[in-house]
């Protein structure tokens, strides 16, 4: 019998099996957190979580509220400082990042700044990059899990919070940015992405059960390169699920706004 689920269950499903027994991964509250924690829970139970506030490898009770929550440090290795974790980020021994935005672009640019023309008179102001341009920039794979849709998806970002690819090619490493850093996937509502090896374009990797290249094509301004051979996505299994709303998300905080 086929299991169902909403769109926030199946990308947040898909993130966690990104995370591999043994990473090291630096989370923000909401989606990246409930991810590890999945993650942590079923295939990667020697998943290092870390928070921007300074919580390293936590056994995480409940899901915290924010990057400063107590229990981002609840059976810790250790309770630290943001100076600190950015330090190994430098340092090269993080593995993944989790980020987001309002606008992404096809080399993996991302904007949480502002929309507009304008940067003193914004249409639309945002948080800023808090971390998130540090994160980027020195850990080795950035995961992007966020609704696809062509506002988000743009042309052009009207402003680079956080350095992807920049113009693609070797861009990103003229720039001065580290070698073998940069973005990794981008897992959507529509189906998980990828870049290029060479130009960096974002690509498909697969596509959700459901879902078709007319809806990869529609929900994006930029054309995102179709390989021949692309995946479906594996659906997320019963005991995935289960152990996601029963452990990771019991109130349905997060994996409601799916519904």
Known sequence: MKTSYNAMELMITIASRNLEDGAMVVVGTGVPCAAAMLAQLTKSP??????????????????????????????GLKATSMAEIMELCQAGVVDYCF???????????????????????PTTRFPGSGGANDLASLCW?????????????????????????IKGGTSRVEAGLPKDTGPYKVITDIGVY???????????????PGKTLEDVKENAEFEILIPDNFETTVEPTAD???????KVDPSGVIIGRGE
């Open 46 to 75: 020697n998943l290092t979580i870390m928070f921007e506030a300074g919580g390293i490898a936590p056994l995480l009770p409940t899901m915290p509220i924010s990057v400063g929550d107590s229990r981002t440090t609840h059976k």
């Open 99 to 121: 980020l987001g935005g309002a606008q992404i672009d096809k080399y993996g640019n991302l904007n949480s700044t502002m929309i507009g023309e304008d940067y003193q008179k």
């Open 141 to 165: 794979r950035t995961l992007v899990v966020t609704p696809q849709n062509k506002k988000r998806f743009a042309n052009k970002v009207d402003f680079i919070t956080t350095p992807g690819f």
């Open 194 to 208: 990828g870049y290029h090896p060479k130009t960096k374009e974002m690509m498909l990797l697969s596509l959700h």
């Open 240 to 246: 995935e699920l289960k152990i996601l709303r029963e």
